[in-house]
């Protein structure tokens, strides 16, 4: 009688074993966070950066030109770099409904820089990417 237990015990803890669920793989180590880009981190959170961009906006959208025949409430998306100096060194239309409104934008935002320098407390911005968004209010 032992005999024919042992082949049975065996067959119930091999049956148990492949019943059992096994155990969760280890969770992943998470990649590092990129680094984040030079100034923008507590740079965007000053009140001063919101007050100089707003002043931005402001002088683009009094000398944005719109083609003829634009519809109201078109917007267009700049990424755009400022030296600390006010200059732009870097301009680029990232989405607009038609390419003569991106270009009318884009000639816009050149033709009200140079802006005021860059005060000490937001130099953090000179030379790293802001993405702004311009929308015209008028049908013209």
């Known amino acids: 009688m032992r005999v024919l237990l042992a082949p049975l015990l065996l067959v119930l803890l091999l049956h148990s074993a492949a019943c059992r669920t096994p155990a969760p793989a280890p969770a992943p180590t998470p990649a590092p966070a990129p680094a984040p880009v030079q100034g923008s981190g507590a740079c965007w959170e000053r009140p001063q950066v ?69 005060p000490a407390a937001i130099r953090c911005l000179a030379g790293i990417p802001i993405s702004g968004s311009f929308r015209n209010p008028i049908k013209r």
Not at 74 to 89: I, K, P, Y
Not at 99 to 105: I, L, Q, V
Not at 107 to 117: S, Y
């Open 50 to 118: 919101a007050e100089y961009l707003k002043t931005v906006h402001g002088r683009t959208l009094a000398r944005w030109k719109l083609p003829r025949g634009t519809p109201a409430n078109q917007e267009v998306s700049l990424l755009f770099s400022l030296d600390d100096h006010g200059a732009v060194t870097r301009i680029e239309v990232l989405s607009a409904p038609t390419p003569a409104m991106g270009r009318s934008a884009a000639d816009a935002l050149l033709a009200a820089a140079p802006f005021p320098p860059l």
